[in-house]
């Protein structure tokens, strides 16, 4: 134990020796404790205030010493072979970085391929007619100064 834990020891004892010391002081009186139909026998107050610090304290020194680690704890040891056997990629295979654009260069754009799955077809009744029926507000709307114009979708 080093010099620092047992100057440690001493305020961590000093409310047990107070409790021992109250209870040598206090010896006046017998008194018997009853638990359910057990009793105890008689003895002063001051005697059950020792035994109970004393048992208390018991139980605190048999804890620690429990926890106390009797063998170091174990530790990760790491063991590498004398010569590393590494795969060193071959200095001939050259990868060449994709070409750059600059900054002020439009995005790409990407063509998508597309087919019109079904077209529209007139009624087998009615004569095919040359100018389409006028739709509800598609058609009547034009266009704003401010460059939007009709939803084209709103005709579906």
């Known amino acids: ?10 305020p961590c004892l000093a409310p047990l020796l107070g409790l021992l010391l109250a209870s040598a002081l206090n ?3 017998n008194t018997r404790l009853q638990l359910l139909i ?5 003895f002063p107050i001051g005697a ?8 208390g304290a018991g139980l605190s020194a ?15 040891q790491r063991h590498q072979p004398m010569e590393r056997s590494r795969y060193e990629p071959d200095m001939e295979e050259v ?20 087919r019109i799955v079904q077209k529209t077809r007139p009624s087998k009744g009615s004569p095919p007619s040359t100018d389409p ?3 509800t507000t598609a058609d009547t709307k034009r266009p704003s100064s401010d460059g939007w114009g009709v939803d084209p979708d709103l005709g579906w």
């Open 1 to 10: 134990m080093s010099a620092l834990q047992r100057w440690l020891l001493v």
């Open 27 to 29: 010896s006046s009186g």
């Open 38 to 42: 057990w009793r105890s026998p008689s």
């Open 48 to 55: 059950w205030t020792a035994l109970a610090g004393l048992t």
């Open 62 to 76: 048999a804890s620690v010493l429990l926890l106390v680690p009797g063998t170091p704890p174990l530790r990760r």
């Open 95 to 114: 990868v060449t970085p994709p070409p750059q654009r600059d900054v002020r260069d439009p995005a790409p754009t990407v063509a998508v391929p597309y």
């Open 133 to 135: 029926a006028p739709s």
